[in-house]
């Protein structure tokens, strides 16, 4: 309970909200298109109280060979347009789901059976969904 309390108050600390035409967001959806990501979602969660951060962006990629590259070109493309480095990320060591967390938006990278398995837009069903496919 005490790490929910300290996500909370990172959020509110954390700098304006965003929206869905923020450069960083438009930038990361563009980096995982530039790496064929599959199923892009956004989901708005500002009006969730208990979201700990304003959006999540979830893909998937058919491989581990294809996580990373989207992983790697996210944190690429968004230090260069935004200037902004990830405050967290997790997941590259077994590469069946890449965490990328910007505070402000939160982006999943999965196998496509990881994704079916834990249902993460099940589980935030509030937020708003937005799909980002070519």
């Known amino acids: 309970m005490e790490q929910l309390a300290l996500?909370?108050?990172?959020?509110?600390?954390?700098?304006?909200?965003?929206?869905?035409?923020?450069?960083?967001?438009k930038t990361i959806i563009a980096a995982i298109q530039d790496k064929k990501g599959e199923n892009i979602i956004s989901l708005d969660l500002r009006k969730i109280n208990e979201a700990?951060?304003?959006?999540?962006?979830?893909?998937e990629a058919g491989n581990q060979p294809q996580i990373r590259a989207i992983a790697e070109n996210i944190e690429l493309r968004v230090k260069e347009k935004c200037d902004e480095n990830?405050?967290?990320h997790e997941g590259l060591g077994t590469l069946q789901w890449v965490l990328i967390d910007y505070v402000n938006v939160?982006?999943?990278?999965?196998?496509?059976e990881t994704r079916r398995f834990y249902k993460l837009e099940d589980m935030w069903s509030d937020g708003v969904p937005e799909e980002h496919n070519e």
């Open 7 to 25: 996500l909370a108050n990172r959020k509110r600390k954390s700098a304006a909200r965003l929206t869905k035409n923020s450069k960083i967001i």
């Open 52 to 59: 700990v951060s304003d959006f999540f962006i979830i893909c």
């Open 86 to 88: 990830p405050y967290h």
């Open 106 to 112: 939160v982006v999943h990278v999965m196998l496509k």
